[in-house]
């Protein structure tokens, strides 16, 4: 007996170098185990993983012998440069960064708990302490600190239109119950 995702790289494998639809695929599957539990989700976790080119959308295409960027594993080195390339090597929170000596990390905007994927799209640069805030907190709740810290900030140094800005910012978190 195979898995769904056994019978789906049968299939691949049957029709090399072809862009097949994925319903194609799914009936095949269907032929097999008619209670296959999202065979799509498996489709997709085989272009996520590398080993089928995604043509448009709901089409594939399996090469033999192509391995591709696996975006399920942590963001690969060239990525990851990108990204800091992109933002300036500065977190985008803060503005720390390379140019005074701060670390710098990649983070992923949505979390791969989450099925976001290591791509540069995804990626953001962030100091260490904000992204630890932002693991800690989540996107959502890191835009409420972000704020607090930004108003007291501003108290600090009596500055009056900044502090006016971050409680509004507050406010919209507020009125879509996002804080
Ligand atoms: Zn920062």
Not at 28 to 33: A, G, L, M, R
Not at 35 to 42: G, I, N, T, V
Not at 48 to 60: A, D, F, P, S, T
Not at 128 to 149: A, D, Q
Request: proline content about 3%.
């Amino acid at each position: 007996m195979k898995t769904v995702t056994e019978y789906i790289i049968e299939y691949f494998e049957a029709h090399p170098s072809q862009e097949i639809e994925h319903d194609k695929v799914v009936d095949y599957v269907f032929k097999f185990i008619p209670k296959a539990r999202d065979p799509w989700r498996a489709i997709r976790k085989l272009y996520q993983e590398g080993w089928l080119i995604q043509v448009r959308k709901g089409v594939y295409k399996r090469i033999p012998g192509y391995k591709g960027h696996n975006v399920l594993a942590p963001f690969s080195q060239e990525i990851k440069e990108a990204i800091f390339k992109r933002d300036n090597y500065r977190c985008i929170v803060c503005g720390n960064g390379l140019h005074n000596d701060y670390e710098i990390c990649a983070d992923h905007i949505k979390p791969q708990a989450k099925d976001g994927q290591s791509t540069l799209e995804n990626g953001q640069t962030l100091c260490s302490e904000h992204n630890l805030m932002k693991k800690r907190y989540g996107t959502t709740n890191f835009l409420k600190k972000y704020c607090e810290t930004m108003i007291e900030r501003a108290k600090q140094h009596n500055d009056i239109k900044t502090e006016s800005l971050f409680k509004d910012i507050l406010e919209v978190l507020k009125k879509h119950n996002l804080s």
